[in-house]
């Protein structure tokens, strides 16, 4: 038989055991065992040391319960290598019969199918719903009584470490901070690994509250600091949100929100901070849900408008170009910030939508405007994550008859960022077919110098940030005129950004370092008729004589 066997008398004396049942609870030979009590077995089991005494005990205790009817099974462990399933049926003459089989695979199997579904397969961390479970019992265990507090943290940047490393770095480093964060908390705190690079913690059992504040923004600053991952090293700050409440109001989905709501407020006053959550919070975000609703709408129903701010020749004489640039007033609020609803737009999904509507309205308005003029539109990461953008601005071109080489589209270095290969494929359809493609914001991201040459661009506009003080600052001079004979090396078109000054515009022109200024010191963003007639104004200029001095005559 594969199985064991033991039958038993009235007595529990054992009256035959099979080969199989000797070697499995290794009792040795089973002619010796004729007419022994099952007790007397396991003891003689215990002096061989195969079972420890109370565990013994435990084992007669399982086996009585079977045999006396109490559960039909009895899955009984004898060491971490041994795992044993018994049945039992009683004999018309009185007296059981045990039968036994190694389930010892089988439970290994479910302890690993157990893991896999409970732990995070990365990190080794309790996944979402298991943090669940371990949160409720420790809720239950506490009787529910004190404060209990939630944390989520999120690690900064990670994902430029995913772009300029490889995702498998990226794995590791997530590993280590995880052994880090099971360190830090101990029993402490539960400690899970929410998606991505989040992890979300509960602390519990507190009556001071102060207290559990400062466990709580310990923890996040033992956080922080250098992390080692296959070979690199990488100094990591994480960015936290939590919320401290008592046990009776403790509802783990309002815990989430609130704590998601305080990260959110560490990430826009600054990155690697903590911030508990406030009662203004909710309003903050019902709020930025009315507005998401509001944009959607406006969208739909032609509420967007569009404004072009020109960049001129260096010497002020010539338009040469106009950004576009999305507006939209609100009913309610009036004029909402474009960094304000553009990231909106990102969040729920529609600026695809704001980019179609920029590019067909910029694409007629340009139409109107002397034919030496170019219109600029810019483009999202959400733009370049598929080849979708190309039969659009194909198909918009063809649409409104627009010239190719008058439209240049922008794209910032974070677009560049996310799947290289496949936004350097894209552009270069986009500039085969006559499109002029420009580097926005360039000089304020990561690896800005790469990108010039592995990417298919025409016109590096450097950022605002270059300019400001470069009167007084002679360093940020430097790096302007740096990065200016870097791109001429390469064949680039320099368009300055964010001249506001006339000593700005001196300084630039006296070392020649841009072909077009952008910024208020020649003009702010106006409405496509202003382009018009500003053009028309600088070409009466330009056709109108200078005056002779007549003692020069």
Known sequence: MPHGLFMLDADNRILVANRRACELLNLGDRERLKDCHL?????????????????????????DQLMQGMQSRALIPFSDDLFLEFSASRRASGGIVLIFEDVTARVRAEKKILQMVRFDTLTGLPNRDYFGELVSNALVDQNRTGLTGFMVLDVAEFKHVNDTRGHVVGDRLLCAISERLKKVTGDKAIAARLMGDEFVLFFSSESNRRVLEERMRAVHAQMRGIYLASGFTFNISMSAGYVIVDSTDFRLEDMQIKADLALFESKSRERGSCTAFEAEMDANYLDRQK???????AIETGGLSVAYQ????????????????????HRERGPVPPDVFIQLAEEIGVVSNITKFMLRQACIDCLKWPKHIAVSVNLSVLDLRNGEIIPIVTDILSETGLEPCRLHLEVTESCLMEEAAKVQT???????????????????????LSYLDALPLDIIKIDRSFVRNIREDARRFKLLRGMVNLSRELGLKIVIEGVETND???LINQYKCADLIQGYVFAAPMPSLAIESLSDTLLKKLSVPKRRNRRTA
Do not use: N
């Open 310 to 329: 020109p960049m001129f020749l260096a010497d002020g004489s010539r338009i040469e170009c106009c950004e576009a640039l999305a507006r939209w007033t």
């Open 504 to 506: 700005q515009l001196a």
């Open 291 to 297: 507005l998401k609703t509001d944009l959607r709408e």
């Open 39 to 63: 007790d007397a077995v396991l003891r003689y089991g215990v002096r061989h040391t195969f079972l420890e005494q109370d565990q013994a005990k435990q084992v007669l205790k399982q086996l």
């Open 426 to 448: 894209i552009l270069q359809e986009l500039r085969a077919r006559g499109i002029t493609i420009a580097i926005d914001d360039f000089g304020t991201g990561y690896s800005s």
